[in-house]
């Protein structure tokens, strides 16, 4: 009987987690187990791209009405790479048995100076610093090589992304009235390239024919 009443107990379990993480009862109870940290990880982090890619789009519609088109033209650019990003992450989480999801909000937009201030400084970009090095850590205790890749992958980029963002900040006086300008934005890691890129992605290490460009 006591066994009885202990397998009934983990069969409402399995499928409490099965519910939540949207998978079979027949597959819920070894991925619940295995991939729960990295998974909520991944979700997470899909959610913060697709709220990233929705504000940097809304950025660049501020920035060509003030009449900064080469900053607008950033700010597509970081677009895009978030959405490569999401996707890398929605993709993965796809191949794990579950379905991505993402609470897009109406982004806050201000002047440029501001939505530039906003996403170039290290104290505002606290999903770079806080988050991402405890994603990594948390996907090398699952062992999920790949959610390893991504991570990295992204972290590097977006380090990459500050650089272009404090750069384009600090010379924010000079670009008004400037017209739109070419990034090329990497289709497999996000890294974003102010000139045309002359060999492999400096973060993925994938040829050059694997950028986008971007204006």
């Not at 900053?71 to 993709?91: G, K, P, Q």
């Not at 794990?96 to 100076?113: E, F, I, S």
Request: aromatic residues 8%; proline residues 5%; positive net charge.
């Amino acid at each position: 009987m006591r066994r009885r009443a202990v397998k009934s107990v983990m069969s409402t379990l399995v499928l409490a987690a099965a519910a939540l993480f949207n998978v079979t009862p027949a597959n819920a109870a070894g991925r619940v187990s295995k991939w729960n940290g990295t998974l909520q990880n991944l979700q997470s982090a899909y959610n913060g791209e697709a709220n990233a890619q929705a504000r940097y789009v809304a950025f660049a519609a501020r920035a060509d009405q003030e009449g900064y088109g080469t900053v607008a033209s950033l700010f597509r650019a970081l677009a895009r790479a978030e959405e490569i990003h999401a996707t890398n992450y929605a993709d993965l989480i796809r191949k794990m048995g579950y379905k991505p999801v993402a609470a897009v909000r109406a982004p806050l937009v201000r002047t440029t100076w501001e939505n530039l201030a906003r996403v170039a400084t290290p104290l505002q970009n606290w999903a770079f610093y806080d988050l991402l090095p405890d994603y990594i850590r948390q996907a090398r205790e699952d062992r999920n090589s790949e959610a390893i890749q991504v991570f990295e992958e992204a972290g590097a980029a977006d380090e990459a992304h500050l650089v272009l963002l404090n750069a384009t900040l600090k010379n924010l006086d000079s670009l008004k009235g400037s017209k739109g300008r070419a990034y090329y934005v990497c289709t497999i890691c996000g890294y974003i390239a102010d000139h045309p890129p002359a060999g492999p992605c400096p973060v993925c290490k994938n040829p050059d024919a694997k950028y986008e460009l971007v204006t």
